[in-house]
């Protein structure tokens, strides 16, 4: 059986930035990666990805974004590479192709049973990411209707049968694949329900600017009213466009994309849709010009910039299409993802079967969360917010085996 003081699970940004942290304290620590470094950038996204967050803001502890390019926006390519350029001069102790299928407390520690054999630790960093198993709400009825996959098996357009697409979800996602699918010219509908409206740039400065300017981006769960609304609010409408253009309904809109409401079930070979299309967008709408308010009033002097065109409701929107017509031959469902961890510590785990914990620190001694959304703060499981993150939580895994050695003495 092999041992280290700490085993960090997972080998992307979360985990990465953990492992320089306690290197740099002198931390004895392993990282376990089931793939290779950064292997969900890897294999759940598509082929034209760009990151959603500017160069500026994706630095991770050590190595702060000093590039020609602070504005631009990495291709998922180049950021892996950057993952493993980090890994390379920090000299990260990750072993790749290890997979840990059990972790539990001991009493005492953990032991953990891995794809390559056992390990025992006296703590743990759960750093798995947010984005764990693809969430498809419906499953087809037959073999003959049009092929369904998750987002995350989308690779580009070249790669689908000619014919009709249907989109299901309208957050970051949902948007850029429906956005890249039109402009390869072909027929894409798009199922929307609640999301997240928002500029590019504004007042001549990215969207995440103001947010970080304004502390929005550090803000903690606790100070925020409604802390289950904001767990549950979906990913932005951006996309990281060279040309930082906006991507949402009224570019998809100008594209000849056909909007309707969610998903409202599938039977009998056709797919409905529920009529609350006009209802969301205007929730958007709402939330976004609060938002716009919101920066005008911080950024204080200066002529108010004109508000974005609203989306246009559209006069008529399917609300059921056929399944077997060969319309839509091809459904990508962008309706996120869920966190699995039936292989881990059962107390760990809160009714739902999330992990549960406070600022990253469960009930289990020695065990500790990394990399999920809304940890500590809002951006948690941004590059730059996981970056954060994990010089708060080394400094209490550093705390953890500093008690327990003292009470071993």
């Known amino acids: 059986m092999k041992h280290a003081d700490v085993v960090i699970i997972g080998g992307g940004q979360a985990g990465l930035a953990l492992s320089h942290c306690l290197g740099r304290a002198g931390i004895d620590h392993v990282v376990l990666e089931r793939g290779r470094i950064g292997q969900r950038w890897r294999a759940q996204t598509w082929q034209s990805l760009r990151l959603l967050t ?3 803001l994706n630095g991770l502890p050590g190595s702060p974004y000093d590039g020609p390019d602070p504005d631009g926006f990495r291709t998922k390519d180049a950021f892996v590479h950057d993952l493993e350029t980090y890994a390379s001069r920090w000299q990260v102790p990750v072993e790749c192709g290890v997979e840990v299928t059990a972790c539990r407390w001991t009493g005492g520690g953990f032991a953990l049973a891995t794809s390559a054999g056992d390990w025992s630790a006296r703590a743990v960093v759960v750093a798995t990411g947010h984005c764990d198993r693809p969430m ?5 009825d037959g073999k003959n209707g049009p092929q369904s996959i998750h987002a995350s098996k989308y690779r580009c357009p070249e790669a689908l049968p000619t014919g009709g697409v249907l989109v299901v979800g309208a957050s970051s996602s949902g948007v850029q694949i429906a956005d890249e699918l039109a402009r390869a010219g072909l027929r894409v509908v798009l199922s929307a329900g609640k999301h997240t409206r928002l500029p590019r740039r504004w007042r001549g400065k990215d969207i995440f600017w103001w947010l970080c300017a304004m502390g929005l981006m550090d803000e903690r769960l606790d100070a925020i009213a409604n802390p289950e609304s904001a767990r549950r609010q979906p990913s932005l409408q951006l996309a990281g466009r060279p040309d930082s253009a906006n991507v949402d ?6 594209l000849g994309v056909e909007l309707t409401g969610r998903v409202r079930g599938i039977a009998n070979g056709e797919i409905a849709f529920a009529g609350d299309l006009a209802a969301s967008m205007a929730a958007a709408e709402a939330k976004q010009a609060r938002l716009l308010d919101r920066i005008d009033r911080f950024a204080g002097a200066g002529p108010r910039p004109a508000r974005p065109e609203p989306v246009k409701v559209p006069s008529a929107s399917p609300s059921q ?4 017509d060969g319309s839509i031959r091809r459904i990508i469902w962008a309706t996120g993802y869920a966190r699995s961890f039936d292989w881990l510590e059962p107390s760990a785990l ?14 289990v001694p020695g065990l500790y969360a990394l990399g999920f959304r809304f940890l500590r703060k809002r951006d948690s499981n941004f590059i730059g917010g996981t970056g954060v993150d994990a010089q708060a939580i080394a400094a209490e895994v550093r705390r953890y085996l500093d008690r327990k050695g003292r009470q071993a003495a």
């Open 54 to 56: 500017p160069n500026w």
């Open 136 to 140: 498809v709400p419906f499953t087809l």
């Open 249 to 254: 309904l009224a570019t998809l809109q100008a």
């Open 321 to 324: 299409l056929s399944l077997t």
């Open 350 to 363: 809160g009714p739902d079967g999330e992990l549960a914990h406070r600022d990253g620190v469960t009930g």
